[in-house]
T-cell receptor, first 113, second 114 residues
């Protein structure tokens, strides 16, 4: 089945540690996105990529980094510079043109201890 | 910058009653508009979308939404809700200029009373 997978579902991190969240899609989509969700805040865009080896900052990129070495993969690293990293992280993908409907993965809940 | 407002944080509806969730957007041109639904701890599922054409859009699970340019609104409706509709609902807008991400409202939490 085509879809988006995120792993792990739950992740715990100690303060000061970097952590990488995985996002893989087999929908043959060119564009991929990372969003952060906090209670009562909706979703906010962290980074997005419209093509391999290229990505752009979203609204809240500080303290995060990404790479896009393969079309199918768009990992997100939460660095120690992110002041409040505890949140629910959602990955999405879409076509880069035409119908750009975004499809979402199941999410990763990150908790900083 | 574009923005989306969902004025109702919580809505409680009796099972079998009709539902309308409000969404207002701020954007200069005609945006691409979406409604997503999220169950607790899960990802988002697309209910419906509007790109152009007929302003009344049909979606999955019996939902529909109407785009009203004059009111900058894209309200979600369902004639008769089921207990399984209890969830968080998000309205979102895309600028239409490229695959550069969605702007989301803060969501409406729907509670279904038996």
């Amino acid at each position: 089945d085509g879809g988006i997978t995120q792993s792990p579902k739950y992740l715990f991190r100690k303060e000061g540690q970097n952590v990488t969240l995985s996002c893989e899609q087999n929908l043959n989509h060119d564009a991929m996105y990372w969003y952060r969700q906090d209670p009562g805040q909706g979703l906010r865009l962290i980074y997005y990529s419209q093509i391999v080896n290229d990505f752009q900052k979203g609204d809240i990129a500080e303290g995060y980094s990404v790479s896009r070495e393969k079309k199918e993969s768009f990992p997100l690293t939460v660095t120690s510079a992110q002041k409040n990293p505890t949140a629910f992280y959602l990955c999405a993908s879409s076509r880069a043109s035409g119908s750009r409907t975004q499809y979402f993965g199941p999410g990763t809940r990150l908790t900083v201890l | 910058a574009q923005s989306v407002t969902q004025p109702d944080i919580h809505i409680t509806v009796s099972e079998g009653a009709s539902l309308e969730l409000r969404c207002n957007y701020s954007y200069g041109a005609t945006p691409y508009l979406f409604w997503y639904v999220q169950s607790p701890g899960q990802g988002l599922q697309l209910l419906l979308k509007y790109f152009s054409g007929d302003t009344l859009v049909q979606g999955i699970k019996g939902f529909e939404a109407e785009f009203k340019r004059s009111q900058s609104s894209f309200n979600l409706r369902k004639p008769s809700v089921h207990w399984s509709d209890a969830a968080e609902y998000f309205c979102a807008v895309e600028s239409g200029g490229g695959a550069d991400g969605l702007t989301f409202g803060k969501g409406t939490h729907l509670i279904i009373q038996p």
